[in-house]
């Protein structure tokens, strides 16, 4: 009887207990790309509040952001940086290449070299660039040498003119490998050239970088996200003399 009892009052215990759990609401919040990539939809999250999200960091498929089928292969990274009431704002921290894009590029009779480094903006904020090249042939060392101690050199000034952002834009649309191509070509031919990965290399949260510009050219009134589908053409054509 004393047995009975105290189950009895165990289930009540357990049932009272259970009572008091209560389910936090969650909702759909827009996730909006960078003001370079148009602020744009570019997915949705389910949370409790806004506010748990900023400082993640979300990958995005960039034929996601241009519509083009021909980005599919790529990748930027955005982190959450404000929150409203029915959506997420993000900053562009990263851009990298898909491990298929990376095996598609690579031939055989050819020699492969990869690059690592790092260059740093106007406003002195660090950047993490790892490059792919594909030789049209089998090339000497010191070639290879001197076709990546050239590609460094413009990086580090593409990156000290335009900023982070447009830098990453520039990459995705294919116009700094459609230069770098033409001039790392008078050293030996390049089959192909790849930036692997493009990151900040800055912890916590990364405020949108602002690039103020010593002497603005008339050209400079194009826009970055014009300049994203402006010049795939061009890069086919080099592809194709190649």
Known sequence: ??????????QAEEKKHVSRI????KNWYKI???KVFGNKEVGESYLVNAESAIGR??????????????????????????????QLNTV?????????????????????????FTVKTKSGRSVQVKVLFITL????????????KMLRQLVAEEVIKSGFDTFVVNVASQRIQ????????????????AFRVIKLNEKGLVEEEI???????????????????????????EDAEA
Do not use: F, H, W
């Open 22 to 25: 209560k389910l936090k609401k």
């Open 92 to 116: 562009l921290v990263g851009y990298e290449l898909s491990v298929s894009g990376v095996k598609r590029a690579i031939r055989p009779s050819t020699c492969r070299l990869d690059d690592s």
């Open 32 to 34: 909006i790309s960078p």
């Open 211 to 237: 690039v103020v510009e010593d002497k603005p050219e008339p050209a400079a009134a194009e826009t970055a996200e014009d300049n994203l589908a402006s010049t795939k053409e061009e890069a086919e054509v």
């Open 178 to 193: 459609y230069a770098a191509r033409k001039m790392l070509g008078k050293i030996y031919p390049l089959r192909e050239l």
């Open 137 to 148: 042939n089998k090339a000497q060392r010191s070639k290879c040498t001197n076709i990546k």
């Open 57 to 86: 960091k979300v990958k995005i498929n960039l034929k996601d952001v241009t519509g083009n089928m021909k980005d599919q292969n790529n990748y930027v990274i955005l982190q959450i940086n404000k929150a409203t009431s029915n």
């Open 1 to 10: 009887m004393a047995e009975d009892k105290q189950a009895a009052k165990g």
